[in-house]
């Protein structure tokens, strides 16, 4: 009797180990993800519940919203973000990033001649709570900056060009469809402790040609961003974003 070739022998031996292995592997897998799910079910019903009986300190305490919220977003649940489904009727703050996107644009419209669609957030911040009748009023709800942000994220949909950009350590929002270049975020981040640049501050801290220069400062006047001081020795470009920020006086 001819007997089979070793190798082809441990070759079909071979793959008869690796398909056992793989049927075990997908049975524990799938016992694994079972677990999970049902771990997953506990959770929310525990989320569901805790969040039926803090509610209105959710509503109401800024602080505490913002914790809520970090917990959810690690299982991946935004119970604010939405004015409908289950998480907004059951904390029964559907419409509170709604009406907070409304005037966060309320917000960013009045002031846009002024500061070309770039704005403080905490500048922001304040204008909302004044339109909102101020925090210690008791007429509204208590905001944060966490909130500013998550309202503009809602306000995507619309197109408008609502976004929260970082520029150095500052968090400015955009209110405009136009990103900031390149150099416009140079010239801003540079102008963040005085709350201008002028053409030799500019060559000395970032070694730009004059070309360069003159044409990233005539941008930043184009759309807005900056106004410009023509009384002393050389033309000041004042950045209108930063008017309400503490500035260093000049030296």
Request: charged fraction near 30%; charge should be neutral.
């Amino acid at each position: 009797m001819r007997r089979r070739p070793v190798g082809l022998a441990h070759a079909q031996h071979r793959e008869r180990l690796d398909r056992d292995f793989q049927q075990v592997g997908d049975s524990i897998a799938a016992r694994e993800l079972e677990q999970l799910q049902q771990q997953l079910e506990v959770f929310k019903n525990n989320l569901e519940e805790f969040a039926w009986k803090h509610r209105k300190d959710i509503r109401k305490d800024a602080t505490f919203r913002a914790h809520f919220q970090r917990m959810c977003a690690n299982i991946g649940v935004d119970p604010l973000a939405s004015n409908k489904g289950f998480w907004a009727d059951l904390l029964g703050v559907g419409d509170f990033y709604y009406e907070l996107g409304i005037q966060i644009i309320e917000g960013c419209m009045a002031s846009r001649s002024r500061d070309g669609g770039l704005t403080e957030l905490g500048d922001l911040k304040r204008r909302v709570e004044r339109m909102r009748g101020g925090a210690k009023s008791g007429k509204h709800t208590e905001i944060t900056e966490d909130d500013i942000i998550r309202a503009i994220k809602t306000l995507k949909p619309l197109s408008g060009g609502f976004e929260v950009i970082s520029i150095g350590s500052r968090k400015m929002v955009r209110s405009v469809p136009k990103e900031l270049d390149k150099d416009q975020s140079s010239l801003l981040l540079l102008a963040q402790n005085k709350g201008y640049v002028m053409l030799s501050m500019v060559q000395q801290e970032l070694g730009w040609e004059q070309i360069r220069t003159n044409n990233a400062l005539e941008h930043l006047l184009q759309d807005g961003l900056a106004w410009v001081d023509t009384q002393g020795d050389e033309n000041l470009y004042w950045i209108s974003s930063y008017f309400h920020l503490e500035i260093k006086p000049t030296e």
